[in-house]
């Protein structure tokens, strides 16, 4: 069974959440690709409309949109996701992941394209009685 770690961004306030995804919500993100529009309910935001930013895999191997398909492969970087030059002109050979989620994926990152009814911080908050709660 295939299980993400969503990280949702919240572009008003700028806030993350950390939400795990298993099940079937987790197997209906399989295929999908980077910059794709999906459903908030995949993450219990229902009404939401999150856009696939990136993610990586279980090594921490990023992925970059411009690379097709999800498997892992070396490329020649000379700046972007995944490498970043020390001086003008470096390049080096990296390792990075494709663009489409699949089951390898760990961390997938997501930004809100379209709020819903409920707020976030309603739909994230831990239940009354958790310990992060009795402090």
Same mark, same amino acid.
């Given at each position: 069974?295939?299980?993400?770690?969503?990280?949702?961004?919240?572009?008003?306030?700028?806030?993350?959440?950390?939400? /795990?995804?298993?099940?079937?919500?987790?197997?209906?993100?399989?295929?999908?690709?980077?910059?794709?529009?999906?459903?908030?309910?995949?993450?219990?935001?229902?009404?939401?409309?999150?856009?696939? /930013?990136?993610?990586?895999?279980?090594?921490?191997?990023?992925?970059?949109?411009?690379?097709?398909?999800?498997?892992?492969?070396?490329?020649?970087?000379?700046?972007?996701?995944?490498?970043?030059?020390?001086?003008?002109?470096?390049?080096?050979?990296?390792?990075?992941?494709?663009?489409?989620?699949?089951?390898?994926?760990?961390?997938?990152?997501?930004?809100?394209?379209?709020?819903?009814?409920?707020?976030?911080?309603?739909?994230?908050?831990?239940?009354?009685? /958790?310990?992060?709660?009795?402090?």
């Amino acid at each position: 069974m295939v299980e993400f770690k969503a990280i949702v961004n919240d572009v008003k306030t700028g806030r993350s959440y950390n939400v /795990t995804v298993s099940g079937h919500h987790a197997n209906s993100l399989n295929g999908k690709n980077i910059g794709e529009i999906v459903d908030g309910i995949f993450v219990g935001l229902p009404g939401y409309k999150l856009k696939i /930013t990136g993610g990586s895999d279980g090594n921490g191997t990023p992925m970059r949109a411009d690379l097709p398909g999800p498997k892992r492969k070396k490329l020649l970087l000379s700046e972007g996701l995944g490498f970043h030059e020390k001086y003008h002109g470096e390049r080096k050979r990296v390792t990075v992941r494709g663009s489409a989620i699949s089951g390898e994926i760990v961390q997938v990152n997501l930004a809100v394209t379209e709020y819903g009814p409920k707020s976030m911080e309603e739909s994230f908050a831990p239940a009354e009685g /958790t310990p992060a709660e009795k402090h």
